[in-house]
């Protein structure tokens, strides 16, 4: 099925088309105003650009010969009848019981992620809080999507159950979400946590986006003599996988990070644990480097080609056969091209899903932490994941078992100040 049919497809299976006298009235993908598609004289029609310029079948054609079949019987009489919609099942036994035990499974899977956090050594002062138990508290009251004060009731159940071994006071877990020296340790949880879907996970897409925070930058407009002032945003880039939707790695700055610039470290953190096949992005990742890091991991990257670009070199580039080929496959088939780069849709996905369930934005007041709260939500994610995974797959997930290429967890803890 071609990228045209595919849509198509799924405008028929919104049960948004509707006939009329005209012929069928169908809905741009864009929300942007409806087409009009005849199948009445001989060839079919559609008012929409695409089939004006091209004179091929274009989605929304393809979406009514979807919805109504045609058949000439011998007698040369027409008969129209509808088809049956193509619906995709879901498992609702499946999803039923990962949503009623979800609670309750990540509450374990978190305490068996959090096991592998040595507690750093102390030679002087008083005890320190067992750090394993203040991430627990952290990333559980990021699932919650409570406050602090309000998680107090929550943390201090979690410790009567034997999930930690003391309540830290929400005072004390501000402070830590405050570290820089936490950011690389959820960053390592976070790869753990997608690593039991490792034989799962071989294809997967790139993107970024944005949670708002209730801070402000503000500055003074010389030109026209006012203080002006904009929320400022953390800007997140994740990679995922395109069958889950896990996240495999993630990059969290408190600034506007170019995008094409975070791609090879993504793809390189994903290579650790996951053998990659395909990597799927947008323009904004348009980039030679890109291509070859994805390469250097044994994958193809499918990010389309921007208006301006060429196949051959330039006085900045010499000739690049890799570029070369994948410009060529881009614009000379193109379809096929869009088969793969269609999987970049999942990330979006996966964005979706965190935000909508932990929130698009975040409490924290500092950049670091803002940057440590959204990780948290990161993680939160990735465990409800491996749940949906544990009773559609049968999936048992287990943390820290295989052999890394470096100790993950102790090294990030070096030299740090918690």
């Known amino acids: 099925m071609g990228i045209w049919e595919e849509r198509g497809l799924a405008i028929a299976n919104s049960n948004t088309v509707k006939k009329n006298k005209l012929g069928w009235q169908v809905p741009s993908q864009s929300g942007n105003g409806t087409y009009i598609v005849s199948l009445d004289h001989g060839e079919p029609f559609c008012t929409c650009g695409y089939f004006e310029a091209e004179h091929k079948k274009c989605q929304h054609i393809y979406a009514v010969e979807f919805i109504v079949q045609k058949e000439t019987k011998p007698d040369g009489t027409v008969t129209e009848t509808k088809t049956v919609r193509i619906t995709y099942t879901q498992e609702w036994a499946a999803y039923n019981a990962a949503q009623t035990?979800?609670?309750?499974?990540?509450?374990?899977?978190?305490?068996?992620?959090?096991?592998?956090?040595?507690?750093?050594?102390?030679?002087?002062?008083?005890?320190?809080?067992?750090?394993?138990?203040?991430?627990?508290?952290?990333?559980?009251?990021?699932?919650?999507?409570?406050?602090?004060?309000?998680?107090?009731?929550?943390?201090?159940?979690?410790?009567?159950?034997?999930?930690?071994?003391?309540?830290?006071?929400?005072?004390?877990?501000?402070?830590?979400?405050?570290?820089?020296?936490?950011?690389?340790?959820?960053?390592?949880?976070?790869?753990?946590?997608?690593?039991p879907l490792k034989a799962v996970e071989t294809d997967f897409a790139v993107d970024s986006s944005g949670f708002s925070t209730s801070t402000y930058a503000r500055w003074f407009d010389h030109k026209w003599g006012k203080e002006r002032s904009k929320q400022a945003w953390v800007k997140t880039h994740l990679m995922c996988g395109v069958k889950t939707h896990v996240v495999t790695s993630v990059e969290a700055t408190p600034y506007q990070s170019a995008d094409t610039l975070q791609f090879p470290a993504l793809v390189v953190q994903t290579a650790k644990t996951f053998d990659i096949n395909e990597v799927s992005a947008d323009k904004a990742y348009s980039d030679r480097r890109n291509l070859h890091a994805v390469q250097a991991v044994g994958g193809t990257a499918f990010i389309p080609f921007k208006i301006s670009s060429t196949g051959m070199g330039d006085h900045h580039h010499k000739f690049d056969g890799l570029w070369n080929k994948m410009w060529c496959f881009y614009n000379l088939n193109k379809e096929n091209f869009l088969l793969h780069y269609h999987k970049r849709s999942n990330i979006e996905s996966t964005f979706s899903m965190i935000k909508a369930k932990f929130g698009a934005s975040v409490r924290a007041k500092s950049p670091i932490a803002q940057v440590n709260e959204v990780l948290c939500k990161v993680l939160c994610h990735n465990i409800c994941v491996l749940i949906q995974s544990i009773y559609e797959l049968g999936l048992e997930p287990s943390f820290w078992t295989f052999e890394a290429k470096e100790p993950v967890a102790p090294k990030v803890l070096e030299n740090s100040d918690f």
Do not use: W
């Not at 609670?103 to 956090?117: A, Y």
């Open 101 to 195: 035990h979800e609670q309750e499974k990540f509450v374990m899977l978190l305490r068996d992620l959090c096991n592998g956090i040595p507690q750093p050594e102390y030679t002087f002062g008083r005890p320190r809080l067992p750090l394993a138990d203040v991430v627990f508290g952290l990333v559980y009251k990021s699932y919650t999507t409570m406050s602090g004060r309000r998680f107090t009731t929550d943390l201090k159940e979690a410790q009567e159950a034997g999930l930690i071994s003391k309540a830290s006071h929400y005072n004390s877990a501000f402070r830590y979400l405050e570290n820089p020296a936490l950011t690389p340790l959820l960053k390592a949880l976070i790869e753990q946590s997608a690593s």
